[in-house]
């Protein structure tokens, strides 16, 4: 069974930084395409960042936030991580963690499993 799980989500003050980790059970991430995407009420689930599989380790980032954000894997640790920096109020909402078993793919409806998600409130 397998069984995606974000953690490293909070609340963190405008221009402070994050880093979100995405665990996985039953997969070995280094053999997935591992994406981030985020979501706000109201509105669709958007991406964020993406890491090809370990033997590219190619990544792919939302062009606004190419920067700022940082897409990382430890295969040791079976994680991918997603570094936040300079954060701003608008980087406020619901981070998820998605796996495919190919490559990078823009549509969140490519993606075999989703973690539940983990919060990130920027606030003064």
């Known amino acids: 069974q397998v069984q995606v799980v974000e953690s490293g989500g909070g609340l963190v003050q405008p221009g402070g930084s994050l880093r979100l980790s995405c665990a996985a059970s039953?997969?070995?991430?280094?053999?997935?395409?591992v994406g981030w995407y985020r979501q706000v009420p109201g509105s669709e689930r958007e991406g964020v960042a993406c890491?090809?599989?370990?033997?590219?380790?190619?990544?792919a980032y939302a062009e606004s936030l190419r920067g700022r954000f940082t897409i990382s894997r430890d295969n040791a640790k079976n994680t991918v991580y997603l570094q936040m920096n300079n954060l701003k109020s608008e980087d406020t909402a619901v981070y998820y963690c998605?796996?495919?078993?190919?490559?990078?793919?823009?549509?969140?409806?490519?993606?075999?499993?989703w973690g539940q998600g983990t919060q990130v409130t920027v606030s003064s």
């Open positions: 998605a796996v495919l078993h190919d490559h990078c793919r823009p549509r969140p409806l490519n993606y075999d499993y």
């Open positions: 039953g997969v070995s991430l280094d053999a997935y395409a």
């Open positions: 890491i090809n599989t370990a033997s590219t380790g190619t990544t």
